[in-house]
């Protein structure tokens, strides 16, 4: 069994060759373990470094494409060479690499597809109290969202089996984190999370430079999530508010128009209608949106197909 660690870096100079040291060389269950360094557009000496320290495979990008494109990247590159697992952690030497046996283990056991490690977050150092609960709140909306137990959804060290990285599909930019975790999910594929240690800091995140831009476009992301794999159940949640908040106002004019008289609360009349017919309008809306999901699988069974034969050609 083949597992490729990959690092996704962007002008990692200072950190990577502690992170690339502290790598494990033998783990139980795995035959062959190997490393793929993705250079996300460094302008630094990320790709030396790198080559310096004996990475197997180094992917060098012409520019910057943000973390979720060399996320991208790198599990195409580990599928095209042959990985069975692959695990992702960050170049910052953030997470405790003999964790990696703790990611894998699962997966070897044919217990997992995907492997969440999850930071003990109210001991890290490095953040404050107010980062501490939004972490937690976010993970709490990402277990509602996806149906799941992950209680650390923004961790970005986990593992996957060959069979889970070949489906996954991110869409976002910003970063692989929630949407991945949706999207596991949504295709029946079995995730679980288990306890990892992280190192002292050694930088600030250029991921989360203001807490609430990263909650704003983390919240935008689980909302599109939810609507491209969720259409139907999203649009009738809508409708279903619209519909009832018409029906009760219907419901108050026709007590008063029979009780007192219909004047003076024609208003109520004429927002029911705008509600009825908003929520029937969202229904339907709800079920184009449903066709147009069935579709969209239909379109990532043709690229698994594609993918699978690339990938037993290289």
């Known amino acids: 069994m083949k597992l490729i660690i990959q690092i996704p870096c962007f002008n990692e100079e200072d950190t990577l060759t502690t992170t690339i040291n502290a790598l494990p060389k033998h783990i139980e269950g795995?035959?062959?373990?190997?490393?793929l360094v993705v250079d996300d557009g460094s302008f630094d000496k990320t790709a030396d470094v790198a080559s310096w320290n004996g990475?197997?495979?180094?992917?060098?990008?012409?520019?910057?494409t943000?973390?979720?494109?060399?996320?991208?990247?790198?599990?195409?590159?580990?599928?095209?060479?042959?990985?069975?697992?692959?695990?992702?952690?960050?170049?910052?030497?953030?997470?405790?690499?003999?964790?990696?046996?703790?990611?894998?283990?699962?997966?070897?056991?044919?217990?997992?597809d995907m492997v969440v490690g999850a930071r003990p977050i109210d001991d890290i150092k490095g953040f404050t109290l107010f980062k501490k609960m939004m972490q937690k709140l976010g993970?709490?909306?990402m277990r509602l969202v996806s149906s799941t137990?992950?209680?650390?959804?923004?961790?970005?060290?986990?593992?996957?089996?060959?069979?889970?990285?070949?489906v996954l599909n991110v869409f976002d930019n910003y970063t692989y984190t929630m949407e991945t975790i949706i999207q596991a999910?949504?295709?029946?594929?079995?995730?679980?999370?288990?306890?990892?240690?992280?190192?002292?800091?050694?930088?600030k995140s250029r991921l989360v430079k203001n807490i609430f831009c990263y909650i704003h476009k983390s919240s935008f992301t689980i909302l599109r999530m939810?609507?491209?794999?969720?259409?139907?159940?999203?649009?009738?949640?809508?409708?279903?508010?619209?519909?009832?908040?018409?029906?009760?106002?219907?419901?108050?004019?026709?007590?008063?128009?029979?009780?007192?008289?219909?004047n003076g609360h024609i208003q109520s009349l004429i927002l029911a209608s705008i509600l009825i017919l908003t929520g029937v309008h969202t229904g339907l809306i709800g079920i184009l949106a449903d066709l147009c999901a069935i579709n969209r699988k239909l379109s990532e069974d043709i690229q698994l197909r594609v993918k699978k034969l690339e990938n037993k050609q290289n």
């Open 149 to 166: 137990e992950i209680s650390d959804a923004p961790s970005g060290f986990r593992a996957f089996s060959a069979e889970c990285a070949e």
């Open 30 to 35: 795995i035959d062959v373990i190997e490393t």
């Open 139 to 141: 993970s709490f909306v």
């Open 226 to 262: 939810f609507i491209v794999y969720r259409p139907f159940r999203f649009f009738a949640f809508l409708a279903g508010l619209f519909l009832l908040t018409g029906f009760i106002l219907a419901i108050r004019f026709l007590y008063f128009y029979f009780t007192i008289g219909g």
């Open 66 to 112: 943000g973390l979720a494109g060399a996320f991208r990247t790198g599990l195409n590159e580990c599928l095209k060479r042959g990985a069975d697992i692959i695990v992702n952690t960050d170049a910052d030497n953030q997470y405790n690499a003999d964790d990696i046996e703790k990611l894998v283990k699962p997966i070897i056991e044919n217990n997992a």
């Open 185 to 203: 999910k949504a295709k029946g594929l079995r995730i679980l999370s288990v306890p990892v240690r992280v190192n002292p800091q050694t930088r």
């Open 55 to 64: 990475i197997n495979h180094i992917i060098k990008l012409p520019r910057h």
